[in-house]
Nanobody, 117 residues
Framework: QVWLKESGGGSVQPGGSLRLSCVAS????????MGWYRQAPGKQRDLVAT???????TYADSVKGRFTISRDNALNTVHLQMNSLKSDDSAVYYC???????????WGQGTMVIVPD
């Protein structure tokens, strides 16, 4: 079992920055990819960014050049640095971790990011 705890959400003006963090605890030895998804009201949950244990990253086109995902494997932590935030970035951001042993994904409770128009 793995538990994920997000932090760092909040409200920021357009053009501002926020840094999200997620700490994994429990049986983390078989965790490979970690990442972030987001879900705006009335919309589906979409990929934001992922990072593997060797540092390979993927990003949604909508955040490329503005968001940066990073990871500290020793601390089982993943961060999402979000710059040049827009109102379209407003959503609940969920941390996720893929467990290769059980071939499944764990999810955090989410942290809200609000960027007013």
């Amino acid at each position: 079992q793995v538990w994920l705890k997000e932090s760092g959400g909040g409200s920021v003006q357009p053009g501002g920055s926020l840094r999200l963090s997620c700490v994994a605890s429990g049986t983390t030895i078989s965790i490979n990819a970690m990442g972030w998804y987001r879900q705006a009201p009335g919309k589906q949950r979409d990929l934001v960014a992922t990072i593997t244990t060797d540092g390979t990253t993927t990003y949604a086109d909508s955040v490329k050049g503005r968001f940066t995902i990073s990871r500290d494997n020793a601390l089982n932590t993943v961060h999402l640095q979000m710059n040049s935030l827009k109102s379209d970035d407003s959503a609940v951001y969920y941390c996720t971790a893929h467990d290769t042993f059980v071939s499944g994904d764990y999810w955090g409770q989410g942290t809200m990011v609000i960027v007013p128009d």
